[in-house]
């Protein structure tokens, strides 16, 4: 049992270059996130999924883009990289219901340079 | 709207206790708590909802004030462990799916 699975870990974009962040959990939860966390900051919400082909903005979610075709994956697609890009991403997977918690991914820090 | 933790940073010695605040404007439906360790992804902690429960782990524990929209999380007796930052998440619905979170607070447990 992997858990949420986000790769790479590490990646250097050059500006305007475009890619593509993967997220997949094994968990079978119907909720899937996308945070950002920018440094000595809280994380900010970029995407969430409530399920496979249902997607929904997040507060900033500007520059990227999301798709959910199963339940398992959750790619994060950045168009055209900028330097305000650079941040450490977070996956996170979780159960709708009360009491729902989100388990995370071990993030992808990313530099746009 | 983003909540408010306080206080942003706290050093304490091991055995020491303490409080960490978390504020908002909203009417909040829960408030969660993550503890984060330098490089590494945040880790679930507890979920206080609306109703003033106050639950507890081990040494740590907190409470939810309905009428304030104020979450407190208690660190008792602390442990080198629990160095790291917490951040607070609210929510106005049920669920995680909405989640706004705190600032933050740097805690650190010297020996």
């Known amino acids: 049992n992997a858990g949420v699975t986000q790769t790479p870990k590490f990646r250097i974009l050059k500006i305007g270059q475009s890619m593509t962040l993967q997220c997949t959990q094994d968990m079978n939860h119907n909720y899937m996130y996308w945070y950002r966390q920018d440094p000595g900051m809280g994380l900010k919400l970029i995407y969430y999924s409530v399920g496979a082909g249902i997607t929904d903005k997040g507060e900033v979610p500007n520059g990227y883009n999301v798709s959910r075709s199963t339940t398992e994956d959750f790619p994060l697609r950045l168009e055209l990289a900028a330097p305000s890009q650079t941040s450490v991403y977070f996956c996170a997977s979780g159960w709708t219901g009360r009491n729902t918690e989100a388990f995370f991914g071990q993030g992808t820090r990313l530099t746009v340079v | 709207q983003q909540p408010v933790q306080s206080p942003q940073a706290v050093i304490l010695r091991e055995g020491e206790d303490a409080v960490i605040n978390c504020s908002s404007s909203k009417a909040l439906y829960s408030v969660h708590w993550y503890r984060q360790k330098h490089g590494e992804a945040p880790v679930f902690l507890m979920i206080l909802l609306k109703g003033g429960e106050q639950k507890g782990h081990e040494k740590i524990s907190a409470s939810f004030n309905e009428k304030k929209q104020q979450s407190s999380l208690y660190l008792t007796a602390s442990q080198l462990s629990y160095s790291g930052t917490y951040f607070c998440?609210?929510?106005?619905?049920?669920?995680?799916?909405?989640?706004?979170f705190g600032q933050g607070t740097r805690l650190t447990i010297n020996p």
């Open positions: 998440g609210t929510s106005t619905v049920q669920g995680a799916q909405k989640l706004v």
